[in-house]
C-alpha cells in the first residue's frame, strides 16, 4: 500500500500537539488584524489566540482570506515530490471557497503526476468539527485503511460530525450576516445567547436561543447526550474562543457525569473567531447524522 498523508486546513482548530501525534498536515490560513496580514498555524507561530482575541476585545477589526491556487499548489506538491498521495480534507464549501479552489488545483496535479494519488473531500464542517472528523480520519488511518477507503469513510460519517456552539457577542454574527441587525440589538440586551450548528450544506445555522452561562452548559451537554452515539468508546472536543474557565467547566460536568471517553480542550483560532468573537463556546461529537 503507498504511503499517503492526511492534510487539512487550519479551521480545523485541533491543538497542535495531536496534530502532530497523528501527523496531519496543516495548511496555514491568512487573517488580518487591523491591516495587518497574518498566517494561521496550529502552532500559532505568527499571533498567539490569546493575543488576537485580546485586540478583538480592544476594537480591532479581522478579516480572514481564502487559501489561494499558489499556496495549494506549493503545499500538495512538496508532498508529492516526497513520493506521498494526498487526502485533503477541507472546510466546508458551504462557509468558504476553500475547497472549490483546491479541486482546481487537485484536477491540474493529477495531470502532472499521473502515478500519485490526490483526493479531496469537501467535509462540510468548520473548526472543532471539522478537527473532530479529521481527528477520527487520523485514527482510521492507523487502523490500516488504503486512502481510497479513508476518503469513502470520511464521505460517509462526514455528517455525523455534530456541531454546537454559542457566542457570547452578537457584533461578530451580525457583522458575518448571520443576524439582522435588530436581532443582535435585542439579543444583547435581553443577553440572549443565539445556539448556531451546520446544516446539511455545511452552512450556519442558528437553532435555537437560551439565555445564562448555566442554560449554555446544560443545552450543550443535553445535545451531547441526545444525540451522540457509542459516547462511551468517544473523545469529543470542548471548543472556546478565549474563554478557558468555561471550557473547563463543561469539561468538569462531563467527566463527572462519566459520558465520554475522553475530553480534549481546544482554542477557536482566529479564523473562525473572527466571525464568532470572543467567548464561543463549542462542544462537537461524533453522533446521528444531521
Given amino acids: 500500500m503507498k504511503d499517503y498523508v492526511i492534510v487539512s ?13 497523528y501527523d496531519i498536515r496543516i495548511i496555514p490560513m491568512g487573517f488580518n488584524v487591523d491591516d495587518v496580514d497574518y498566517l494561521h498555524y496550529p502552532d500559532e507561530r505568527e499571533l498567539p489566540v490569546e493575543e488576537f482575541y485580546a485586540r478583538l476585545k480592544a476594537g480591532a477589526v479581522s478579516r480572514t482570506s481564502q487559501i489561494t491556487p499558489i499556496m495549494f499548489m506549493e503545499f500538495f506538491e512538496d508532498i508529492l515530490k516526497q513520493g ?39 467535509s462540510l464542517c468548520a473548526s472543532i468539527g471539522e478537527g473532530l472528523l479529521v481527528l477520527h480520519a487520523a485514527v ?24 454546537w456552539f454559542t457566542v457570547k457577542d452578537l457584533y461578530y454574527l451580525k457583522r458575518g450576516g448571520r443576524l439582522t441587525s435588530i436581532e443582535a440589538f435585542v439579543g444583547t440586551a435581553l443577553k ?20 445564562g452561562s448555566r442554560a449554555e452548559l446544560d443545552f450543550l451537554v ?33 467527566r463527572e457525569k462519566k459520558v465520554v471517553k475522553d475530553i480534549i480542550i481546544s482554542k477557536i483560532g482566529p479564523i473562525i473567531g473572527t466571525h464568532t468573537g470572543p467567548g464561543m463556546l463549542a462542544l462537537v461529537f461524533m453522533g446521528e447524522e444531521a
Fill in 9 to 21: 486546513d487550519a479551521t480545523l482548530d485541533l491543538p497542535a500537539e495531536v496534530i502532530r501525534e
Fill in 84 to 122: 506521498k498521495d494526498i487526502l485533503y480534507i477541507a472546510f466546508s464549501s458551504g462557509l468558504s471557497g476553500t475547497y472549490n479552489t483546491s479541486r482546481l488545483v487537485i484536477r491540474d496535479l493529477t495531470e502532472e503526476y499521473p502515478d500519485r494519488k490526490i483526493y479531496g473531500v469537501d
Fill in 140 to 163: 482510521q488511518k492507523k487502523n490500516g485503511l488504503s486512502i481510497e477507503e479513508l476518503r469513502d469513510w470520511v464521505e460517509q460519517n462526514k455528517r455525523k460530525s455534530r456541531h
Fill in 192 to 211: 440572549i445567547k443565539p445556539v448556531l450548528t451546520t446544516d446539511e450544506a455545511g452552512k450556519l445555522a442558528v437553532n435555537s436561543k437560551i439565555r
Fill in 222 to 254: 443535553t445535545k451531547l447526550e441526545k444525540e451522540g452515539i457509542d459516547l462511551a468508546g468517544q473523545t469529543v472536543i470542548v471548543g472556546h474562543g478565549d474563554d478557558l474557565e468555561q471550557a473547563r467547566e463543561l469539561e468538569r460536568i462531563l
